[in-house]
């Protein structure tokens, strides 16, 4: 069983930063993927930003240049720094895992709000 727990959501003003954290548990023997993904309210849930098991990246048109992914040293762990923050970054964001099986495993979420 695999969990993720998400971290670093709050309220913050316009151009702000805030850096989201996730930390899986659980038996993990190979991580492929690891994403960003939010969902606004009355919008569909949309990719962020994922960083693959070799280090590739890609990201929202929307936040590129202002949002950045990275995977911490222990594994099954994934950063998201956003920078110069915008009222439509306001979501919950989360995070998911994919395994080398393809079997996803998503976090519980938090909120982003960022006040304009």
């Known amino acids: 069983q695999v969990q993720l727990v998400e971290s670093g959501g709050g309220l913050v003003q316009a151009g702000g930063s805030l850096r989201l954290s996730c930390a899986a548990s659980?038996?993990?023997?190979?991580?492929?993927?690891m994403g960003w993904y939010r969902q606004a309210p009355g919008k569909q849930r949309e990719l962020v930003a994922a960083i693959t098991r070799s280090g590739s990246t890609n990201y929202l048109d929307s936040v590129k240049g202002r949002f950045t992914i990275s995977r911490g040293n222990a594994k099954g762990t994934v950063y998201l720094q956003m920078n110069s923050l915008k009222a439509e970054d306001t979501a919950v964001y989360y995070c998911?895992?994919?395994?080398?099986?393809?079997?996803?495993?998503w976090g519980q979420g938090t909120q982003v709000t960022v006040s304009s």
């Open positions: 659980g038996s993990i023997f190979l991580i492929n993927v």
């Open positions: 998911k895992l994919t395994d080398w099986a393809g079997q996803d495993y």
